[in-house]
Every structure is written in structure tokens, then in C-alpha cells.
């Protein structure tokens, strides 16, 4: 998956991993596995919690909304954040205890600019369902919708550098049309920022 592609070639060999939201641990242990990481998950599910500890994989339940002041500033190389940070309450507070305990930090999100969110709400006057965004507006775990310019004025905002930035289409790659207009053809936003 090019997501995963992504993320594991912006993580330098044997570095200090969080990963928070971490779900079932699949990411950690394919960086693991790749890279040589000393991999830590963050994760509130019971479910995604067992699933880490039958694979090995050492994770802490954590709720992000309460902070990240258990951790010494910069105590990872990379933190983390993948299809999280619309779920959480404070997503600029959240990126900034992430900004704090690492050196630098992978945010991947939903792109709710994109052409068939805007088709869906503009045209049939309901929120976006799909395949990436399989919720109903009433049970979604999405309270905050997110676009690739939002963030990157948030990111302006707060004094945050991005270093890269990576688009995927609903095919899962990255191509002209999501360079060129990555808010519009964009489905999943892919960043690694630092301070």
C-alpha cells in the first residue's frame, strides 16, 4: 500500500517510533520488520490493544484527548499519527505534544476537500460515505474535517515546517492530478513536519 510505502521511507533505520492511534500495531511491526524500529503504540480500543499485545507489539492505552505529558520532550525520532487526527478533540494540541516528544512527526488524514466529499454534500445535501469515509454522519469517529489547505494553515499558524507532503487518489498513488490539486483530487494526505 503506497500509504505505508510512504511513511516507512521517511523513517531513518533503528529510530525511537510512537505510534499513536496505532489500531492492531501492523504498522509498527512492518517498520520493525523494515527499518530495525524501537516501536512504541499508543491505542484506547480493548480491541486494538490485544491485537497488539498477541503480535508483540509493546503498546500503552492511552487516551490522545488527555495529552502526551508522559513523555520527556524529544523522546522519539518520529511520532505517528495515521487516519487519527480528525478523531481526536484538539488535533492542534495533539499536534503540538507530537511536535514536543519528536523530532519529527508523520500525519496521514482524510482529505475532506476532495471532489466527491464536495459532490456528495454539494450536490445530494448529505455527508460524504465511501469507501474511505464508511461512517454515517451519526456514528463516524470523525469530528473534525480535515483538508490538506486546512492543515497547512494550521501548520502556518503554529510555526510548523513541513518537510514533505504526499497525495493519494482513490486508487491509493500518488499522480498529476493530486499534485497539481492536491485538495481536490486527494483522498488521504500524507505529511512529515517538524518544528
Not at 511513511?7 to 529510530?15: D, K, M, N, P
Not at 476532495?114 to 445530494?124: A, S
Amino acid at each position: 500500500m503506497q500509504l505505508e510505502h510512504t511513511v516507512r521511507g521517511w523513517i531513518r533505520e533503528g529510530s525511537r517510533v510512537l505510534d499513536l492511534g496505532c489500531g492492531d500495531g501492523r504498522l509498527l511491526l512492518d517498520l520493525a520488520a523494515s527499518r530495525a524500529v524501537l516501536g512504541y503504540g499508543l491505542e484506547i480500543d480493548q480491541r486494538g490493544i490485544a491485537r497488539c499485545l498477541e503480535a508483540g507489539v509493546n503498546v500503552i492505552e492511552q487516551d490522545l484527548d488527555r495529552g502526551l505529558g508522559n513523555f520527556p520532550d524529544h523522546s522519539f525520532d518520529t511520532v505517528i499519527m495515521t487516519q487519527t487526527l480528525q478523531a481526536v478533540r484538539f488535533p492542534h494540541m495533539v499536534l503540538e505534544e507530537m511536535l514536543r516528544i519528536g523530532r519529527q512527526c508523520v500525519i496521514t488524514f482524510p482529505n475532506f476537500g476532495n471532489w466527491r466529499c464536495r459532490l456528495q454534500l454539494g450536490g445530494g445535501g448529505h455527508m460524504p460515505v465511501s469507501r474511505f469515509l464508511p461512517y454515517a454522519w451519526y456514528d463516524t469517529p470523525n469530528i473534525h474535517f480535515c483538508t490538506v489547505l486546512d492543515f497547512e494553515a494550521l501548520c502556518r499558524s503554529k510555526n510548523i515546517r513541513i518537510l514533505d507532503r504526499v497525495v493519494l487518489d482513490a486508487g491509493d498513488s500518488e499522480s498529476l492530478a493530486t499534485r497539481l490539486l492536491p485538495n481536490l483530487f486527494g483522498m488521504t494526505a500524507i505529511f512529515r513536519v517538524t518544528r
